[in-house]
């Protein structure tokens, strides 16, 4: 299900969950499609604020899509930051967090900051990646390396594998 999707059907229930009627889902569909047109607005005037217009008074279209996938990955970054200060403070992180040092096996993984790629909008965790008495090398892993690698917090273990 689309996010669209999504905020219609939570637009259009009624309080027991159920869709109301087909005039309520019209109606979300609407408010969906005017924030749509508000958005593009407001991007499209901060195209015109922040692209400057090259010598045959065009914009590359590699400027454009930059601009534009750097601002869908500020929206997301925004997103994340609005779930992550809902949850409670001892709910399990979802994702590599800047400050923390985590262990797989051997391996460790000090996180410095965690970023959109501006080309892609994938977020990445960068760091040091290292086995304790060994050299580091600087790297970005990615949620898929999150979801699959077993990383566990030094902290919260209590384990450094020094």
Known sequence: MTV???I???LSEDSHGGIASLADVAHAE???DAHRAEVITALAEEAERRLSVGRSH???KAAVVRFLRLEASTARVAVTEREKSSRPADATPDFF???RTYQRRRWHFQCLAVAPNPFSGETHAVGYLYRPGEPATATALSPDDWAH???TDIA???KDGA
Do not use: K
Request: hydrophobic share 35%; net charge positive; no cysteine.
């Open 30 to 32: 609407q408010l969906v």
């Open 4 to 6: 669209r999707q999504q």
């Open 8 to 10: 219609i059907a939570a």
């Open 58 to 60: 065009t914009v590359s």
């Open 156 to 158: 919260t273990t209590g």
């Open 97 to 99: 967090q800047p400050g």
């Open 149 to 151: 690698g077993g990383w």
